[in-house]
């Protein structure tokens, strides 16, 4: 069984902030390409945020860049996205992915390369 199990959602008051974990089994993060996707209810699938095999390339969505970080703990073959400064706009199922992007990993992943998901967390942005 190759898995990512997702926790960290709920409910939070505008400008608060949530940590979302990935916790990877059945492989080893450090060989993929990894990163956190949002759907809204009516809305396409959003990439919130990528980082590459090799780190080399870390990247955001417009909307949540100086607020959201994605980042790796490979000791725990876990991932995060630490959420500050939540908006309305952030509600959504988030999800993380990981994937092979071909080469040397240089590059984010491509969204048909991801090949593992998460079942999904809800964040609530309300007051």
């Known amino acids: 069984q190759l898995q990512l199990v997702e926790s960290g959602g709920g409910l939070v008051q505008p400008g608060g902030s949530l940590r979302l974990s990935c916790a990877a089994s059945?492989?080893?993060?450090?060989?993929?390409?990894i990163g956190w996707f949002r759907q809204a209810p009516g809305k396409e699938r959003e990439r919130v945020s990528c980082?590459?095999?090799?780190?080399?390339?870390?990247l955001y969505t417009d909307s949540v860049k100086g607020r959201f970080t994605i980042s790796r703990d490979p000791a725990k073959n876990t991932f995060y996205l630490q959420m500050n400064k939540l908006e309305p706009g952030d509600t959504a199922v988030y999800y993380c992915?990981?994937?092979?992007?071909?080469?040397?990993?240089?590059?984010?992943?491509?969204?048909?390369?991801?090949?593992?998901w998460g079942q999904g967390t809800q964040v609530t942005v309300s007051s």
């Open positions: 992915a990981a994937g092979h992007r071909p080469g040397p990993g240089l590059f984010c992943a491509a969204n048909s390369e991801y090949d593992y």
């Open positions: 980082i590459s095999k090799s780190g080399s390339t870390i």
């Open positions: 059945g492989f080893t993060l450090d060989y993929y390409a």
